[in-house]
């Protein structure tokens, strides 16, 4: 049956916050002796289970589809619980604290209905510390204790606490950030507000945020000034990075890898907690496309190849170092260094050989040609010649080189094999001997000319006797 005094409701308004006011409205001494007196608690009513929410219903006089939102309840075995359609991690839960906006109990206090102690409401934002802060009223959330009996009785507390209440929204800071608490509010809300972060779960879009803040924080990265109201908190920072996409994220994040051209090994360093938290989360489903995105990134923007994993195994190469392709081709590193300067791969640095990035696919080109070649020693043995005279051979442009001797780096210039080959068939072909019947028509040839030559213009003699 319905209630003797019953209440305005509220669409962001928790069922428990309803049920305190309630009991407040009508006299009960706390929401607990409310609800023994009806042999339940407020279990069901937070879960949403259906008898409970008519049950609200009839004493509410509440129409039952308009309390049917916001269920707060464990998603099962772990940490996770909902609230509403968004999945919030542990760390989210409120525990043993009213949370509330203090300038929005002053509102309510000033502009509700009915009994001042049951003016003020709970919004469902509230029931998470993924907000913190009001969107409405851009100041912080404040928690309060309460113990174990009180926990989730907020009308109990208004009606105990009202003159520190409304000193709370004078004094209450400001927030630096409520776009967070914006975005959280719409999971919440099940409204869509970011397609790139709203294909997570919401508790892992918000760890996402917090672990590229931590990244950009790490590194010295600075992408806003601080607000007015203090600091940007990491979850702020790195919202502001995230919220634009997965380009603006790796774009980040290249911009970093290209200022300290971290090496291979250094991956767990340079990436930190960022990947720590990947690493924890790998087996999840919700983490899934998460974790693609950093392996993505990952791969192409460092020289990491098969051997080396960044939460996956790597699946395609896309840099190497001139350390890894030194190992990989058996090259010394110097001559890989000068093989990409030369290719246009790389400016000359002062780098060492694993910082130094080389497109892979362009490497594998140059470096697989640079294997087929012989170097002046070997075509000096194979010729049997002096080294001297196989660089005269080159000077002269017989043999073309691919590698010409650098300076203070190698003493002898490279052939491709196959130019070579080609130059010793040559020499080896036999010499062309002409045939009798050749020989014959030489030499009548000759006469020829020579008989014509003495007989001058128009076939005649010279007529001078000797």
Same mark, same amino acid.
């Given at each position: 049956m319905t209630l003797r005094v019953t209440l305005e409701y509220h669409h962001k308004e928790t069922r428990k916050s309803l049920l305190s006011r309630l009991a407040m409205a009508n006299s009960y001494r706390s929401l607990e002796a409310f609800l023994s007196l009806n042999g339940t608690s407020a279990l069901p009513f937070e879960r949403g289970e259906p008898q409970a929410i008519k049950r609200l219903s009839e004493w509410s006089g509440v129409p039952a589809e308009q309390l049917s939102c916001y269920n707060i309840k464990s998603s099962g075995v772990g940490s996770h619980w909902s609230l509403g359609p968004a999945l919030m991690s542990r760390d989210m839960r409120v525990g043993p604290y009213h949370r509330y906006c203090p300038k929005c109990v002053a509102a309510d206090l000033q502009h509700g209905r009915g009994r001042e102690q049951t003016r003020p409401?709970?919004?469902?934002?509230?029931?998470? %510390?993924?907000?913190?802060?009001?969107?409405? *009223?851009?100041?912080v959330i404040v928690e309060a204790a309460a113990d174990k009996k009180a926990q989730g009785d907020f009308a109990r507390y208004v009606a105990d606490n009202l003159e520190r209440l409304r000193e709370e929204a004078v004094t209450v800071p400001s927030a630096a950030s409520v776009e967070v608490a914006r975005y959280v509010e719409n999971r919440i809300h099940g409204k869509s507000s970011n397609d790139f972060l709203d294909q997570f779960e919401a508790y892992v879009a918000i760890d996402l945020c917090r672990n590229i803040g931590h990244?950009?924080?790490?590194?010295?990265?600075?992408?806003?000034?601080?607000?007015?109201?203090g600091e940007l908190s990491l979850v702020d920072y790195g919202f502001e990075i995230a919220c634009h996409g997965p380009e603006r994220i790796e774009a980040m994040i290249a911009e970093v890898i290209a200022r300290e051209r971290p090496f291979a090994i250094e991956m767990q360093g340079f990436f930190g907690k960022?990947?720590?938290w990947l690493l924890r989360n790998e087996d999840k489903d919700e983490f899934a496309g998460v974790i693609e995105l950093f392996q993505g990134i990952a791969e192409r923007n460092l020289p990491i190849g098969s051997d080396e994993t960044f939460?996956?195994?790597?699946?395609?190469?896309?840099?190497h170092s001139v350390r890894s392709a030194s190992i990989e081709y058996r090259m010394f590193e110097d001559r890989v260094y000068q093989l990409a300067i030369d290719a246009g791969l790389t400016e000359p640095t002062d780098l060492s050989s694993g910082r130094i990035y080389l497109d892979a696919q362009?490497?594998?080109? $140059?470096?697989?040609?640079?294997?087929?070649?012989?170097t002046?020693?070997?075509?000096?043995s194979?010729?049997?010649? *002096? $080294?001297? %005279?196989?660089?005269?051979?080159?000077d002269a442009n017989l043999l073309p080189r691919v590698e010409a001797a650098q300076d203070g780096t190698r003493i002898y210039s490279r052939v491709r094999r196959s130019d070579f080959d080609a130059f010793k068939k040559r020499l080896n072909a036999p010499m062309a001997t002409p045939t009798r019947a050749q020989a014959q028509a030489y030499k009548a040839l000759a006469d020829q000319k020579r008989r014509e030559s003495q007989q001058g213009p128009g076939g005649l003699g010279t007529g001078i006797r000797g």
């Amino acid at each position: 049956m319905t209630l003797r005094v019953t209440l305005e409701y509220h669409h962001k308004e928790t069922r428990k916050s309803l049920l305190s006011r309630l009991a407040m409205a009508n006299s009960y001494r706390s929401l607990e002796a409310f609800l023994s007196l009806n042999g339940t608690s407020a279990l069901p009513f937070e879960r949403g289970e259906p008898q409970a929410i008519k049950r609200l219903s009839e004493w509410s006089g509440v129409p039952a589809e308009q309390l049917s939102c916001y269920n707060i309840k464990s998603s099962g075995v772990g940490s996770h619980w909902s609230l509403g359609p968004a999945l919030m991690s542990r760390d989210m839960r409120v525990g043993p604290y009213h949370r509330y906006c203090p300038k929005c109990v002053a509102a309510d206090l000033q502009h509700g209905r009915g009994r001042e102690q049951t003016r003020p409401y709970v919004r469902a934002a509230w029931m998470t %510390r993924a907000v913190e802060a009001c969107v409405e *009223h851009g100041c912080v959330i404040v928690e309060a204790a309460a113990d174990k009996k009180a926990q989730g009785d907020f009308a109990r507390y208004v009606a105990d606490n009202l003159e520190r209440l409304r000193e709370e929204a004078v004094t209450v800071p400001s927030a630096a950030s409520v776009e967070v608490a914006r975005y959280v509010e719409n999971r919440i809300h099940g409204k869509s507000s970011n397609d790139f972060l709203d294909q997570f779960e919401a508790y892992v879009a918000i760890d996402l945020c917090r672990n590229i803040g931590h990244f950009a924080i790490q590194h010295g990265l600075v992408e806003s000034a601080a607000a007015p109201g203090g600091e940007l908190s990491l979850v702020d920072y790195g919202f502001e990075i995230a919220c634009h996409g997965p380009e603006r994220i790796e774009a980040m994040i290249a911009e970093v890898i290209a200022r300290e051209r971290p090496f291979a090994i250094e991956m767990q360093g340079f990436f930190g907690k960022l990947r720590r938290w990947l690493l924890r989360n790998e087996d999840k489903d919700e983490f899934a496309g998460v974790i693609e995105l950093f392996q993505g990134i990952a791969e192409r923007n460092l020289p990491i190849g098969s051997d080396e994993t960044f939460v996956l195994p790597t699946r395609q190469r896309h840099l190497h170092s001139v350390r890894s392709a030194s190992i990989e081709y058996r090259m010394f590193e110097d001559r890989v260094y000068q093989l990409a300067i030369d290719a246009g791969l790389t400016e000359p640095t002062d780098l060492s050989s694993g910082r130094i990035y080389l497109d892979a696919q362009r490497t594998h080109d $140059i470096l697989s040609v640079a294997l087929a070649t012989v170097t002046t020693p070997e075509i000096a043995s194979e010729l049997g010649i *002096h $080294i001297e %005279r196989v660089r005269q051979m080159l000077d002269a442009n017989l043999l073309p080189r691919v590698e010409a001797a650098q300076d203070g780096t190698r003493i002898y210039s490279r052939v491709r094999r196959s130019d070579f080959d080609a130059f010793k068939k040559r020499l080896n072909a036999p010499m062309a001997t002409p045939t009798r019947a050749q020989a014959q028509a030489y030499k009548a040839l000759a006469d020829q000319k020579r008989r014509e030559s003495q007989q001058g213009p128009g076939g005649l003699g010279t007529g001078i006797r000797g």
